[in-house]
Structure formats: C-alpha cells, structure tokens
Nanobody, 115 residues
C-alpha cells in the first residue's frame, strides 16, 4: 500500500511564497510519476506540475515561471516551490503518484492567497 503525506500549505499574501512537500511511503517503484494538482471551490481538479523519476517536468501554463517542482528520489519526496503567488492560486493542493497500474493521492493541503 502506498501513502502520500503532504505538508506546507497555509495562508500567504499575494506576491508571497510557499513550499509544499509530499512524502511517499510503502512500495514505491523505481520508476514513477509524481505531481501536484489543485482544486478550487466550484472548479475541477487540475494539474499544476508533474515530474518523472528522471526529472522531466511539466507545468500548467498558469504557473510557468512562478512554480518549480522538484523531487528527492532517495527521500521519496516531491516539492512544489510556489513564488509570486496570486489569489487565483487559492485551492486545495493534492499530491499524486502514478506507478505501474497504481494511482495514489494525498489528502490535500489548503493554500490560501490573500489580496
């Protein structure tokens, strides 16, 4: 069984920064895809950024140049550095791990950006 535990959310003023972390435990394959998604009230969950085991990244257009995803494979941890935050970034942020036929989600962490 795989578990994902997120941390680092909170309240920040517009223009500020936050760093999210997500640590995986359990049976983790050497090749996997980890990513961050977010869901704002009344909206669908959307991809923010993803990163492969080899370090290939993908970003939503809305966060390019402001957010950076990275990972430490030895620690089974993925990070999301969020800079220049905007009120529209307010959402619950979820960590996701995909490996083989498995698809796992964290419990989510709230990010609130005040104007």
């Amino acid at each position: 069984q795989v578990q994902l535990v997120e941390s680092g959310g909170g309240l920040v003023q517009a223009g500020g920064s936050l760093r999210l972390s997500c640590t995986a435990s359990g049976s983790i394959f050497s090749v996997n895809l980890m990513g961050w998604y977010r869901q704002a009230p009344g909206k669908q969950r959307e991809l923010v950024a993803s990163i492969t085991t080899g370090g290939r990244t993908n970003y939503a257009d809305s966060v390019k140049g402001r957010f950076t995803i990275s990972r430490d494979n030895a620690k089974k941890t993925v990070y999301l550095q969020m800079n220049s935050l905007k009120p529209e970034d307010t959402a619950v942020y979820y960590c996701r791990l995909t490996q083989g036929l498995g698809d796992y989600w964290g419990q989510g962490t709230q990010v609130t950006v005040s104007s």
